[in-house]
């Protein structure tokens, strides 16, 4: 297909060993790009101050914000293992979309979780569109969920396990009901025939919830914790 993506067989896309590459180099990329914009952001909104105006993101927001929809991304293609009625959990992609939201709120939360989507639309959703609604529920709109963990931004306690579960609920429920509307008829052969009722529910909220939980474990981990609090002082400086 082209030098970053590989074609399947069933017509889908998947990145290639040098397509995450690209990524990884475009996360160190912006990384030394925070760093020489260190004192920019306050330059920047001085004069927005003067023009009064202020743009939606700053030099230092988008950086991180670009970053973690990037390191989303790429883990959204590490594999954990999959669910038997299909899904994958993956190693807490999720997460980094969830963390921007955290960071800087849910206006600039929602955007990164819609970007996220369209690039989830662009790897692997172009072979499988029935109309423009069904598109949205898989991709737009579930992902763009993501970023309601900026609703919980300022919780003194909490904010992002709670955040990123309300999130990640949000976008397994839009998966569900594009499910309902869409996706019956390709429920597998090996879901029980008495739950077929709530196929949707239980296939999407299979993978998502076990990563959800895999993930609030290694957040809850005091090493990790102080890691995350480091990066948030960090991006939010």
């Known amino acids: 297909m082209s030098m970053f993506v590989n074609a399947a067989e069933d017509g889908s896309y998947s990145l ?48 991180f914000s670009a970053i973690g929809t990037a390191l989303a991304f790429v883990l959204s293609y590490v594999k954990i293992f999959h669910m038997p009625w299909g899904g994958s959990v993956t190693l807490c992609s999720m997460l980094f979309v969830a963390l921007i939201g955290n960071w800087y709120g849910l206006k600039i939360g929602l955007i990164s979780g819609f970007v996220y989507g369209c690039l989830q639309f662009l790897q692997g959703g172009g072979s499988y569109i029935l109309d423009p609604l069904q598109a949205g529920l898989d991709y737009f709109f579930a992902f763009t969920a993501l970023g309601l963990s900026g609703a919980f931004k300022n919780l003194k306690k909490g904010s992002l396990p709670v955040g990123y579960t309300v999130a990640i609920i949000a976008r397994g429920a839009l998966h569900s009901i594009g499910g309902y509307l869409y996706w019956m008829d390709y429920m597998p052969d090996n879901f029980p025939s008495s739950l077929a009722s709530v196929y949707p529910i239980l296939y999407n909220y299979a993978y998502i919830l076990a990563e959800g939980v895999i993930t609030l474990i290694v957040i809850s981990l005091p090493p990790v914790r102080k890691a995350l609090i480091k990066i948030k002082e960090l991006a939010t400086q």
């Not at 590459?21 to 306050?42: E, N, P, Q, R, Y």
């Not at 909104?45 to 950086?63: D, H, I, N, P, W």
Request: charge should be positive; charged fraction near 25%; proline fraction near 0%.
């Open 16 to 63: 290639n060993s040098t397509g995450i590459a690209a990524v990884i180099v475009l996360i160190v990329l912006l990384l030394v790009i925070t760093g020489f914009f260190k004192d920019h952001d306050k330059k920047v909104a001085e004069k927005a101050y003067e023009k009064g105006r202020k743009s939606v993101f700053s030099v230092r927001q988008l950086t």
